[in-house]
């Protein structure tokens, strides 16, 4: 009798795309350029990406966009968040910035466009062209997610 054994990386399959883009555009205005030139209607999710650890809460916006012709989920998926602290000493209000990332490998990326299902290649660079087109946008790239340590926090 042979005998099969499950690893757990059985069941966190990578059935997505991650798509890296550059901009210093709000999440929400970046959603909007999207909706224009994609013919999305990405809108804000009802839930968000919250971590906490080491007293320190960060929680990350998610927009998304449910293609039913084509069964694709897409989410826009801000990389970073951004805690300020004041500290009032005597008349000195001192205030610190902390940023905390998604994906901290990816610094330099802002937002992930992470599209689940199975679309073709040709679906994927379109859209990576159409992003690039975009005055507000530096750069768009397909990340590898084969490289990426910190992928599971993108598995939602």
């Known amino acids: ?9 059985d069941f966190c399959e990578d059935n997505y795309t991650l798509i890296g883009i550059h901009t210093a555009l709000e999440d929400f ?3 909007y350029l999207l909706n224009n030139n994609l013919n999305t209607l990405f809108s804000i999710a009802d839930f968000s990406l919250d971590f906490e650890s080491n007293n320190t809460k960060a929680s990350f916006s998610i927009y998304n966009y449910i293609n039913e012709k084509y069964d694709f989920e897409w989410y826009l998926i801000a990389n970073s968040f951004k805690e ?6 005597d008349t000195i209000v001192l205030s610190t910035e902390t940023k ?3 994906i901290p490998e990816k610094k330099n990326v802002d937002y992930f466009l992470k599209i689940v299902g199975e679309p ?3 679906l994927i660079y379109k859209t990576v062209d159409k992003i ?6 530096v750069t768009s790239y397909v ?7 910190s992928k599971e926090f993108l598995i939602f």
């Open 120 to 122: 073709n290649q040709e």
């Open 100 to 102: 905390t990332y998604l």
């Open 84 to 89: 300020e602290r004041t500290n009032e000493l």
């Open 143 to 149: 990340v590898e997610t084969d490289t990426l340590k």
């Open 1 to 9: 009798m042979q005998v099969h054994s499950l690893d757990l990386e």
């Open 132 to 137: 690039n087109q975009l005055n507000q946008v």
């Open 29 to 31: 205005k970046l959603a």
